[in-house]
């Protein structure tokens, strides 16, 4: 709702968002039989609230001690939304406005296990001040002041302390909770002049950043098979102690000038150059230890810097636009650096955490509670090490267009995209064992997490399509696109994983996890030719508001799959460097045998396991990373319209929404871990578990619009 509270002057504008929805899902898993259960609760009583967190069976597998489980769960989503906004015109060179808006909402949704809800509460609050200012024809200045915040607490709603893996079982999740507090007060100035044939601009921003943090509690208990879950017998466990909230705090600093010169009529150049300050964040009440071996050789004294900041980063950025007739050409290169994600930043917060890694080679007889062993055991062992002499990492990006207009309002055009990352922000492990001497750089410490820029990436993909713009009503458009995204599983790059041979970064290259080779989008939207401006029936009357104001609009999207990367669990013994990540550590390829299962790739048996073998004690697998594709994904969204008109000032759309219309089972990734063969390869997740978007069961969607 808006409108003018003073005429001419001051305006005003109010929305109001509510969101209310219940969606059904399907969880599947693998759960234990309930004879497997009894025989495990009176062999190993302790066990059993491992046992009771996994849900009743529903139907028998190959596997006489595991069932599959298939239930129904329900998503809920409770959202609320609204924005003021107003506008004051001082006179014909100045005006300003201020937005406020705030965003609250709970989302419950069945977590990946079996056995919890994920539960995430958010308020999300904005508010902007603008001034504008026109000081001659050729020279204006926008002044803005913002506050961004975010509140959220996450929650994992389970009846266990400690997450469980166990072999040939779906994972149990722990009950966790992560809170948190981010406000970031901005002030941003910007000049542009226009002078003969160049336009300059040139501007600074000044971001301070408040971030509040804290987690509760958390471990994780892995039974390698499902004997040693029946015997109690842990293979390893890890315990982390409560996080208190810890308050950071930083200021940084952004500055830019370009200069945009109209060299000819069809010729433009774009020059620039902007420079940015990350600065490092400070812990307010110094309850932070930063831990560094090449800096430190461990712990950092108490009130040391979290890392060193940068003060090189300059971006240059060239693009040029040349333009003839009906043809267009444009490229565009540039560097683009950044401090990385949250957690690339404030490790040091977590290091007077207690943390523990214990394993059955270390403490025989480990089992479930782990209670009795912590106290056998020293806490701090695996601090989290930030690399404070680290690069702020880069992305150097370029890009290259060619455009023609066809007949028939049609536009064709055919785009390369390209990008190198360079010093991605990474996590790996050191001072694991020297497969060479048989110890530690630092035997006063355990494994260590260690973060820093070691990884790399680079991106190429060529864009073609054929649009038209709505004329006559009629709008299409045929996207396709072929790209290759290859990185060594930076977490730049959205990834997480970390090598299996820590002294081998190079060896996880590979293509990127997120890695789409084909895609085909194809969009249009038709309007029948009848009704008020239309070519016919244009006169009131029954035909008229019968067949007039029809739009119907479609949408068609088919991608090739994602890449699958195939591991096993190994005991730490049996790696050169004596410690195993879970999802880290690939097999040997079988030399001869394909990947793909010699009856073809079904939902249920979509992996080879005779391709792959266990990689002999003491060395590595040879497997490649991400070697397997998922099932491709192909989906066709409708929409159908009726455009009311009631009045000169007043309208009513109906609109009736269909996604997925053919109903097709959109796959997601199969099991990869050999470890657990009864349903390796099987396909058990949708591509899509959310409420929206590409991949989600068919849903049907109604609509009602009134304008005034």
């Not at 090449?294 to 040349?322: E, I, K, M, N, Q």
């Not at 050169?576 to 001869?592: I, W």
């Not at 390796?680 to 969607?701: D, M, Y």
């Amino acid at each position: 709702l808006g409108g003018p509270i003073a005429r001419n002057q001051t305006f005003f504008y109010v929305n109001y968002e509510g969101l209310r929805q219940r969606l059904g899902q399907t969880q599947i898993g693998l759960v234990p039989t309930p004879a497997f259960v009894a025989q495990a609760e009176a062999q190993s009583p302790a066990v059993a609230p491992v046992l009771a967190a996994y849900p009743k069976g529903t139907s028998p597998t190959a596997n006489p001690q595991v069932w599959n489980y298939v239930a129904g769960a329900n998503q809920v989503d409770n959202e609320d939304s609204g924005m003021v906004r107003l506008d004051q015109h001082f006179s014909e060179r100045t005006t300003a406005f201020i937005r406020f808006s705030a965003d609250e909402a709970v989302y419950t949704i069945p977590a990946g296990a079996l056995n919890a809800l994920a539960r995430t509460d958010t308020k999300l609050k904005n508010g902007v001040a603008e001034l504008f200012h026109v000081f001659s024809p050729t020279l204006v200045n926008e002044a803005k002041f913002g506050i961004n915040q975010d509140i959220y607490h996450t929650a994992n709603l389970s009846p266990l302390d400690f997450s469980a893996s166990v072999s040939n079982l779906s994972s149990l999740t722990a009950d966790s909770s992560t809170d948190g507090e981010g406000t970031t007060f901005s002030y941003l100035d910007d000049v542009t002049w226009a002078h003969g044939k160049h336009v300059l601009k040139f501007g600074a921003e000044i971001r301070r950043i408040n971030m509040n943090q804290g987690n509760s509690a958390s471990g994780s208990l892995t039974y390698l098979s499902l004997a040693n879950l029946m015997n109690n017998a842990l293979d390893s466990a890890t315990y982390t102690s409560l996080l208190p909230l810890k308050r950071l705090r930083k200021t940084q600093a952004y500055g830019y000038i370009e200069d945009e010169y109209k060299v000819t009529r069809g010729l433009t150049v774009n020059m620039g150059i902007r420079y940015s300050f990350f600065n490092v964040f400070h812990e307010v009440d110094n309850r932070a230890i930063p831990f560094d071996f090449a800096t430190c050789g461990g712990y950092c004294a108490p009130g040391s810097l979290f890392t060193y900041p940068r003060h090189d980063d300059f971006d240059p950025r060239l693009g040029v636009a040349w333009a003839h007739g009906k043809t267009a050409l444009r490229g565009r290169a540039g560097l683009y650096h950044s401090d990385g994600q949250e957690d690339d930043q404030n490790l040091p917060i977590s290091n007077d955490v207690l943390r523990y890694t214990l394993s059955s080679t270390s403490l025989p007889g480990l089992s479930y509670p782990i209670a009795p062993f912590l106290a056998k055991t020293t806490g701090i062992v695996t601090p989290r090490d930030l690399y404070r002499r680290r690069k702020d990492m880069y992305v150097a990006a370029w890009t290259v267009s060619a455009e023609r207009a066809l007949p028939g309002d049609v536009v064709a055009s055919a785009t390369y995209f390209g990008n190198k990352g360079t010093d991605i922000l990474t996590t790996t492990y050191t001072n694991t064992i020297n497969p060479l001497t048989g110890t530690q750089p630092y035997p006063q410490f355990g494994v260590v997490s260690w973060r820093g820029n070691d990884s790399n990436s680079t991106f190429h993909a060529l864009d073609t399509e054929l649009r038209r713009a709505f004329q006559r009503g009629l709008l299409f458009s045929v996207n396709y696109m072929w790209s290759h995204s290859i990185n060594d599983d930076g977490i730049g790059g959205g990834e997480s994983d970390t090598p299996q041979n820590v002294f081998c970064r190079a060896c996880e290259k590979a293509s990127s996890d997120y890695d789409v080779r084909q895609s085909v989008h194809i969009s249009a939207v038709y309007e029948l030719p009848f009704g008020a401006g239309r070519r016919y029936l244009s006169a009131p009357g029954a035909a008229r508001a019968i067949l007039g104001g029809w739009q119907f609009s479609g949408i068609g999207t088919a991608r090739t799959g994602l890449p699958v990367n195939v591991v096993l669990n190994r005991a730490n013994s049996a790696l050169p460097d004596q410690y195993s990540v879970a999802g880290s550590e690939r097999p040997n390829l079988v030399p001869g045998v394909p990947l793909t299962p010699p009856g073809g790739q079904t939902p249920q048996d979509w992996i080879n396991p005779a391709a792959f073998a266990v990689p002999a004690s003491g060395t590595f697998g040879n497997a490649g990373r991400n070697l397997v594709r998922a099932p491709s994904l192909w989906q066709a969204d409708t929409a159908l319209a009726k455009r009311i008109l009631v009045t000169e000032r007043l309208d009513v759309q109906i609109r009736a929404e269909v996604f997925n219309l053919f109903n097709r089972a959109q796959y997601g990734s199969p099991q990869a871990n050999l470890s657990s063969l009864l349903n390796f390869g099987v396909i058990t997740i949708p591509v899509n578990a959310g409420a929206t978007g590409s991949g989600t069961p068919r849903q049907w969607q109604f609509g009602l619009r009134v304008r005034f």
